[in-house]
């Protein structure tokens, strides 16, 4: 069993910049980020492969957001540069120690552990 515990949410104004944090008690295969904007559906965002390096994000946050991971640690981070009002969500942190292909990267059923959720607010 992992345990996600995820770090670094708050309140920021447009354009400012936050960090997201997500400790892993386990090492995993691949480690994501989604997030839920009130009255809708929890998205993707971007996903790692822990060995690989390889992420991938969601059209809306390429060049502005960026995952990167701590091997030590098994912690993945999420630095959010460019925060808009329309970034405002509860922010997940997801991982999987099992292999997951490509084209399920963005899927939620392909994550078995999942983070409490953290609140992220940008707002001026």
């Known amino acids: 069993q992992v345990q996600l515990v995820e770090s670094g949410g708050g309140v920021v104004q447009p354009g400012g910049s936050l960090r997201l944090s997500c400790a892993s008690s386990g090492r995993p295969f691949i480690m994501a980020w989604f997030r839920q904007a009130p009255g809708k559906e929890r998205d993707f965002v971007a996903a790692i492969r822990w060995s690989a390096r390889t992420t991938y994000y969601t059209d809306s946050v390429k060049g502005r957001f960026s995952i990167s991971r701590d091997n030590a640690e098994n912690t993945v981070y999420l630095q959010m540069n460019g925060l808009q009002p329309e970034d405002t969500a509860v922010y997940y942190c997801?991982?999987?120690?099992?292999?997951?292909?490509?084209?399920?990267?963005?899927?939620?059923?392909?994550?078995?552990?999942w983070g409490q959720g953290i609140q992220v607010t940008v707002s001026s």
């Open positions: 997801a991982a999987s120690q099992r292999y997951v292909i490509v084209s399920a990267t963005q899927t939620q059923e392909s994550y078995d552990y």
